[in-house]
């Protein structure tokens, strides 16, 4: 599922070390066994290659996923990946669907303080989300914009509301929208786990520095 998401202009903008996939590590085995895990840089099958660190990952209430996600090799390029289950995202430590959220509520008006109250999440964790996906607003609104109309049946285009913000959040639920509708599986996928997948886990990934 995952790479099917990737493909085409958001592949070109995404460049990462980072491949999404399930969050099923069995099933993440079973495919990479049988070379069905395809390097996004050369295209070749992805080979085990050791593990990342683990990680706790903080749901809602006080739920966690505990993952170690898989490290991967290409044999031809020699580029290694790092394989992030869609529910994760870079460098963070919540859930897609936690930092969805408030970034949902966000979009609806709703300000830091109160977004981080109802979610039980420190204020600066929060603002820190917003701010970088404030920075990366515009952008992710005309990848998933793309994405919506690409993959659409009959697309809908959400109208635009002032807010760069609440525009790339309605770009990404309507992007989901439309491929649920052209592919009726993805209804049992989160919408942000989607999100994830289409940018590689760097939804709101923090700025590299040097």
């Known amino acids: ?49 050791g593990w990342a660190r683990s990680r706790v990952l903080r749901g809602f209430a006080a739920t966690v996923l505990r993952v170690r996600p898989r490290r991967a090799v290409c044999p031809g390029c020699q580029v290694t990946h790092v ?9 963070r430590a919540d859930l897609a669907e936690v930092i969805g959220a408030a970034l949902v509520a966000k979009a609806t008006g709703a300000g830091f303080r109160l977004v981080a109250a ?9 603002r820190g989300w917003l701010r970088r996906f404030t920075v990366l607003a515009d952008r992710l609104r005309v990848v998933f914009t793309v994405l919506l109309v690409d993959t659409g049946p009959d697309p809908q285009v959400p109208a635009e509301s002032g807010s760069p913000f609440a525009d790339a959040v309605a770009a990404i639920l309507g992007a989901r929208v439309a491929m649920v509708s052209r592919w009726p599986v993805l209804g049992t996928v989160p919408p942000w786990w989607i999100a994830s997948a289409v940018t590689g886990g760097r939804l709101i990934a923090p700025a590299v520095t040097s």
């Open 83 to 91: 394989l992030l289950p869609v529910a994760a995202l870079s460098r």
């Open 1 to 49: 599922m995952a790479e099917s998401l990737r493909e085409g202009a958001v592949v070109a903008f995404w460049r990462t070390l980072l491949l999404t996939v399930e969050v099923d590590p069995s099933r993440v085995e079973r495919r990479l066994a049988a070379g069905e895990i395809r390097c996004p840089t050369c295209a070749g099958a992805l080979s085990p290659w």
């Open 118 to 126: 109802g979610l039980g999440r420190h204020t600066d964790t929060v």
